[in-house]
């Protein structure tokens, strides 16, 4: 099974700052078939970005995707307060499907 | 939109069978494939399986001889159980939509403790 290691665990940032969420694969994600969620306490996850760089409808575009292969990369360009949460990577190209470990984005 | 609500009890003894129930609403549940994902604690997600809904499913290796998913689609719900469960089952159970393999929708999950 392909294995997922997001860096760092925990980003410490202020409101209006850059955010980079890394993500890199064992081995290749077939078709790049690479997503990016959003979880905070007591709510669901959220879908942000699939296929390494599509954001879902809806998403702000301060967020993006990219890479492929098995390095991939999640942008918030300006962090808003609502964006401090919990995201994962996670890969659905082939089964198993695997989820990166999280990386927390905490006010600093 | 569509919403899922996972149900089921919090608490199952070892060596029991985990039971959990997926409601859909505001949608069809007759198509997509549906997925169940658990965490346990201080861990990472897991994938568990998922089932479209003629029946197929497909199953995670690592839990494939102890789980069965089955979907209803006259009651637009789908169901989880885990046979012999240990204290390593304990875990938040979510229950997804998938479009092709890929998650979309999730329920909020359910926290599901094994003990005696």
């Known amino acids: 099974e392909i294995v997922l290691t997001q860096s760092p665990g925990t980003l410490s940032l202020s409101p209006g700052e850059r955010a980079t969420l890394s993500c890199r694969a064992s081995?290749?994600?077939?078709?790049?078939?690479l997503a990016w969620y959003q979880r905070k306490p007591g709510q669901a996850p959220r879908l942000l970005i699939y296929?390494?760089?599509s954001r879902v409808t809806g998403i702000p575009d301060r967020f993006s995707g990219s890479g492929s292969g098995t390095d991939f990369t999640l942008t918030i360009s300006r962090l808003e307060p609502e964006d401090f949460a919990v995201y994962y990577c996670q890969q659905y190209g082939s089964s198993p499907l695997t989820f990166g470990g999280g990386t927390k984005v905490e006010i600093k | 939109q569509v919403q899922l609500q996972e149900s089921g009890p919090g608490l199952v003894k070892p060596s029991e069978t985990l039971s959990l129930t997926c409601a859909v609403s505001?949608?069809?549940?007759?198509?997509?494939?549906w997925s169940w994902i658990r965490q346990p604690p201080g861990k990472r997600l897991e994938w568990i399986g998922n089932i479209y809904n003629s029946g197929s499913t497909n199953y995670n290796p690592s839990l494939k001889s102890r789980v069965t998913i089955s979907i209803d689609t006259s009651k637009n719900q789908f169901s989880l159980k885990v046979n012999s469960v240990t204290a390593a089952d304990t875990a938040v159970y979510y229950c997804?939509?998938?479009?092709?393999?890929?998650?979309?929708?999730w329920g909020q999950g359910t926290l599901v403790t094994v003990s005696s």
């Open positions: 081995q290749s994600v077939s078709s790049n078939y």
């Open positions: 296929g390494a760089s």
């Open positions: 505001g949608g069809s549940i007759s198509s997509n494939y």
């Open positions: 997804a939509r998938s479009s092709g393999w890929l998650p979309d929708s």
